[in-house]
């Protein structure tokens, strides 16, 4: 059964430009999460989508965004890059209801210079 | 807000050692608790969980935690460690349940380095 995957794995963008980021979530699972790594603030919860409709949300500004698909694929979208965006975004997907069972890819590494 | 914290950063133990993290969060309602590890170039996975019931839980390669209510605690406990167990372990707590699948409080996280 194939994993969660990220899409693309690592990139670099200057500020002021804006990013997407891209996740397929396990097979039959429909809940995907959005996490942002940083060594400084650790793991911070982003925004979680279920049946195309967002479910929960971080304290992240509104240049965070994101959307899920029909196939609960999902993208994630930083407009106006600031440095403090370099980071680690990490997917993960569950089965909804599953509370906290979830299932991470390797991430995205963002960049910001 | 919603808190959760780890005592150590970094532990470094020969093999065989016990070993003992801490976790402690901050929630007066109920929670579910988590232990996460990630292995060396590899993604984040699920090492236990506790939702309810009795407060030991056993998890995978050997791993348990305790949960205690009253110190709002759920240290994560092996008792012979081995070289493999080189990792970074992460305490997370849901709260609001089914309703908030996908949210996680995580706490900073403990490197762990088994010495062979």
């Known amino acids: 059964k194939a994993g969660v995957t990220q899409t693309p794995r690592y990139l670099i963008k200057t500020r002021g430009q804006q990013v997407t980021l891209s996740c397929s979530p396990i097979s039959g699972h429909r809940s995907v999460s959005w996490y942002q790594q940083t060594p400084g603030q650790g793991l911070q919860f982003l925004f979680e989508y279920f049946s195309e409709t967002q479910r929960n949300k971080g304290n992240f500004p509104g240049r965070f965004s994101g959307r899920q698909f029909s196939n609960s694929r999902s993208e994630m979208n930083v407009s106006t890059l600031e440095l403090g965006d370099s980071a680690l975004y990490l997917c993960a997907s569950s089965l909804w209801g599953e509370t906290g069972e979830l299932f991470f890819g390797e991430g995205s590494r963002l960049t910001v210079l | 807000a919603q808190s959760v914290s780890q005592h150590n950063h970094h532990v470094i133990l020969s093999e065989a050692a016990s070993l003992e993290l801490g976790c402690n969060y901050s929630?007066?309602?109920?929670?579910?608790l988590f232990w996460y590890v990630q292995y060396p170039g590899q993604h984040l996975q699920l090492l236990l969980k506790y939702f309810s019931g009795d407060p030991l839980v056993k998890g995978i390669k050997g791993f348990e935690a305790e949960f205690i209510k009253s110190k709002f605690s759920f240290n994560l406990r092996k008792p012979s460690v081995q070289w493999s167990d080189t990792a970074e372990y992460f305490c997370a707590v849901n709260v609001g349940g089914s309703s908030n699948t996908g949210k996680l409080i995580f706490g900073q996280g403990t490197t762990l380095q088994v010495k062979p």
């Open positions: 929630y007066g309602g109920t929670v579910n």
